[in-house]
């Protein structure tokens, strides 16, 4: 099967590519892979959502994929976070409504799919002339997601949804990322969780607050964050440094 229809073209042509990956804004990576996109199309609008993505953990990096593609509108998501890369995991395409995610079949889109109602998955059988043992985001991922995007053949075929353990991944409950002030997102929904409720995070109770502004400075709270996730922070202060925490570390929900 390739994509490559009059009404698939119509519908894909001129997408943004929103890249989502582990590879950082520093060193030669995230050039290389926008490199690879404007060989295919220079007129492609490339938007990087994430660079540091959490590294060698694809289902904690795909909590906050799914929160980030939720705020976003129709487009192109070139998502790779792949310790596994050139493995037996499969190059696939996922497709949920006006949205397209292109990534290794590891885990990474396993929360998307479980809490997606209805999503079409493809094999990636797209051959690179040249591909890396160790660079398939540069030399397979970003070659397939610029021409969805610009609406050239690709060929694709479906398959059935990988099964990750759908009821597993919607209850699993851990900090999935980490952001620059020390604050902890959590994979847990905002809507899944009564702010009556407090968080047990390394022996520590953390109670709910709306904002910021609501605690003392150096208070631990938590709040729903502007991606809809529970996030634990602490005003005026790290977090990450006051519960000495981490992504994968468990989050339990107290009463």
Known sequence: MGVSTNSTHAEMSGLPIFT????GLAGPYIGQVEERIFRIDAGLDVIHLVADAPGF??????????????QCGAGVFLSVVDPGVGG????????????WFVGPDN???????????????????????????????????????????????????PIDA????????????????????????TSIAGDDLEESRSL???????????????????A???YVNSLGLVEIAVNRGSARQRFGADVGDPVAIAG
């Not at 209805?118 to 991922?141: Q, W």
């Not at 047990?200 to 150096?218: I, K």
Request: neutral net charge; glycine residues 8%.
């Open 20 to 23: 989502f990956t582990d590879f």
């Open 57 to 70: 953990s694809p289902v904690s990096a795909g909590y906050l994929l799914a929160a980030v593609a939720s």
């Open 88 to 99: 037996l995991r499969k190059p696939v395409v996922i497709k949920c409504g006006g949205q």
């Open 107 to 157: 885990g990474l889109f396993a929360p998307l799919l479980a809490r997606q109602g209805e999503a079409h998955v493809f094999r990636i059988n797209y051959k690179p002339e040249v591909l890396s043992e160790t660079f398939h985001g540069r030399d397979l991922f970003a070659p397939v997601a610029a021409r969805l995007a610009a609406g050239i053949f690709v060929a694709l075929e």
């Open 162 to 185: 990988p099964d990750f353990g759908a009821a597993d991944v919607m209850q699993a409950r851990c900090i999935v990322y980490c952001d620059h002030y020390g604050n902890l997102m």
């Open 200 to 218: 047990l995070l390394n022996g520590e109770l953390v109670a709910h607050a709306p904002r910021f502004e609501a605690v003392p400075a150096n």
């Open 220 to 222: 631990a709270f938590w």
